[in-house]
């Protein structure tokens, strides 16, 4: 009901965007937010958005370099990584339905692997 997309390989300073389709009918008005976990650390929440887009969180490692925003018209929410760091290096998860904002979600998909070589 949540797929990831658009993690890869990226230098230092570069950019990408992560996309997760959301299934519609059951998360159209419910909160959607990002999450990473690296290698031995925990899951960390990056950006949260709310179900109409006026409530955003960033966590503080990420404001000014990253940006959430979300699709209704195609149930998709984004997250634009500028400036990337090697520390961002990470799996990346997009969640839905939060239960305790930003840091609780009930529905979790699969993550996709950013990496930033340095």
């Known amino acids: 009901q949540l797929q990831a997309s658009g993690g890869g390989l990226v230098q230092a300073g570069g950019s990408l965007r992560l996309s997760c389709a959301y299934n519609?009918?059951?998360?159209?008005?419910?909160?959607l937010a990002w999450f990473r976990q690296a290698p031995g650390k925990d899951r960390e929440v990056v950006a949260a958005?709310?179900?109409?887009?006026?409530?955003?969180y960033y966590g503080d490692s990420v404001k000014g370099r990253f940006t959430i925003s979300r699709d209704s018209a195609n149930a998709t929410v984004y997250l634009q990584m500028n400036r990337l760091k090697p520390e961002d290096t990470a799996v990346y998860y997009c969640?839905?339905?939060?239960?305790?904002?930003?840091?609780?979600?009930?529905?979790w998909g699969k993550g996709t692997q950013v990496t930033v070589s340095s």
């Open positions: 958005i709310g179900w109409s887009g006026k409530n955003i």
């Open positions: 519609r009918r059951s998360f159209s008005n419910f909160a």
């Open positions: 969640a839905a339905d939060s239960l305790r904002w930003p840091q609780e979600f009930r529905a």
